[in-house]
T-cell receptor, first 109, second 114 residues
Framework: QKEVEQNSGPLSVPEGAIASLNCTYS??????FFWYRQYSGKSPELIMF????GDKEDGRFTAQLNKASQYVSLLIRDSQPSDSATYLC?????????FGRGTSLIVHP | DVKVTQSSRYLVKRTGEKVFLECVQD?????MFWYRQDPGLGLRLIYF???????EKGDIPEGYSVSREKKERFSLILESASTNQTSMYLC?????????????FGEGSRLTVL
């Protein structure tokens, strides 16, 4: 069974700090890696995707992928209270993506 | 913008009733998905359709069936609703090219079975 593991949190960080969210996966054949943000009562929305080893930056967000270690992370710089949400890691190898259970992030003023 | 529309945001049904959840996407996506989301359990795949009239079981298909007669529409059917099917149901669609792209989610349908 393909598994995607995330620490459920909550991860609490002060406003302006860097939030680091981590995800490990079991399927070495995985090709695509996604981070979705889900606000309470809302549906998930994509914030980052990464396909290759290394870092990918988009504004305050950086996704990091290490296929050898089967590890993907999301860094949020200058965290804002509006970043408070659950972050879902999703991994896709062939057609069917597998989601982690999500990490709850709380950014306090 | 891609739009995935789920027919009902909130439903309350009685045990044993047949329940239809409808999902429509407007981007000509080949792939469509039905998930349920429960606290602490994350997103669990019920069924997946990679094209019209094609479907595959996900991780938890028991008690559910699906229909994909048209490309834009993917329906989830609870043949005889039970209380343990009380949940948030999320539909998603994806461009089928490569099979590894982003999922676009609908707003969700919160079902309560009494």
């Amino acid at each position: 069974q393909k598994e995607v593991e995330q620490n459920s949190g909550p991860l609490s960080v002060p406003e302006g700090a860097i939030a680091s969210l981590n995800c490990t996966y079991s399927d070495r054949g995985s090709q695509s890696f996604f981070w979705y943000r889900q606000y309470s009562g809302k549906s998930p929305e994509l914030i980052m995707f990464i396909y290759s080893n290394g870092d990918k930056e988009d504004g305050r967000f950086t996704a990091q992928l290490n296929k050898a270690s089967q590890y993907v992370s999301l860094l949020i710089r200058d965290s804002q209270p509006s970043d408070s949400a659950t972050y879902l890691c999703a991994v896709s190898g062939s057609y069917i993506p597998t989601f982690g259970r999500g990490t709850s992030l709380i950014v306090h003023p | 913008d891609v739009k995935v529309t789920q027919s009902s945001r909130y439903l309350v049904k009685r045990t044993g009733e047949k329940v239809f959840l409808e999902c429509v996407q407007d981007m000509d996506h080949e792939n469509m998905f039905w998930y349920r989301q429960d606290p602490g359990l994350g997103l669990r795949l019920i069924y997946f359709s990679y094209d019209v009239k094609m479907k595959e079981k996900g991780d938890i298909p028991e008690g559910y069936s699906v229909s994909r007669e048209k490309k834009e529409r993917f329906s989830l059917i609870l043949e005889s609703a039970s209380t343990n099917q009380t949940s948030m149901y999320l539909c998603a669609s994806r461009d089928g090219t490569g099979g590894t792209g982003e999922l676009f989610f609908g707003e969700g349908s919160r079902l309560t079975v009494l």
